[in-house]
């Protein structure tokens, strides 16, 4: 909450793994708008009937835009205090292997949207004195069978380094990379968890450390070891 204010936070990816845990807690604090492809029905029985929901499809991430700046406009939304961009998408194969059409769905949702939807916002981040959180991956620094993947991971901490830059004391700019997470999108993407599986972090761990990110002041951050360290004393206490 901002002066006693509840704060508005507009939250990509919201329906399933880390967004989706997100999601279930911003909006016990926050004014939380989703944007997604699932029935608002959908939305609402995962999250809740509190939220406003944008149904759009961010894979076309020029038309998505315009739906989400027309959607705003109709709620007569006129400052963000948050605009958290959670959706992400890839495959887990070999470079050569990869389709056009993959490489292509994977900078779309990666890296274009987040661009162009943020670009449109400005007026509104600028209006709350506002904050972009831009969620990236550990695979950022490269990562075998995750190429193109890796490579809009790392557009997306270019993106957040020139805002920085640009922006600094108009809108605050946060890149956070999350480290290896059991989510649906591994499933999705062809990689199958064996033996290394000790090493994933569940979703709700990873929400909850990077809603302590976002409420910080690091401009930078990666998610990973002290997160697992602090999940397993939590468990082996509560056991």
Request: proline share 3%; aromatic share 4%; glycine share 8%.
């Amino acid at each position: 909450m901002i002066n006693g204010k509840k704060s508005l936070t507009l939250l990509t990816g919201a329906t399933s793994g880390i967004g989706l845990e997100l999601a279930k807690r911003l909006i016990l604090t926050d004014d939380l708008v989703v944007i997604g492809r699932k029935s608002e029905d959908e939305v609402h029985a995962l999250i809740s009937d509190k939220i406003q929901y944008i149904q759009t499809d961010i894979s076309d991430p020029a038309r998505a835009t315009e739906a989400v700046v027309s959607n705003l406009n109709d709620m007569q939304i006129e400052k963000i205090d948050r605009v958290i961009h959670c959706a992400g998408t890839g495959v887990y194969r070999s470079p050569e292997q990869e389709t056009s059409e993959e490489i292509d769905l994977n900078v779309s949702v990666n890296l274009l949207f987040p661009v162009l939807l943020t670009r449109a916002l400005v007026q509104q981040i600028e209006a709350a004195k506002g904050k972009v959180v831009l969620i990236g991956s550990v695979a950022h620094k490269g990562s075998p069978n995750m190429a193109s993947y890796a490579a809009s991971k790392a557009g997306l901490a270019g993106f957040a380094r020139s805002l920085e830059a640009e922006w600094r004391g108009r809108i605050d700019v946060q890149v956070i990379h999350p480290g290896p997470t059991l989510t649906p999108m591994l499933e999705k993407a062809g990689y199958k968890v064996g033996l290394e599986r000790h090493i994933f972090l569940s979703p709700k761990v990873m929400a909850d450390a990077i809603l302590k990110t976002i409420h910080s002041h690091k401009k930078s951050a990666t998610i990973f070891l002290g997160a697992k360290i602090k999940s397993l004393f939590f468990r082996k206490q509560t056991s």
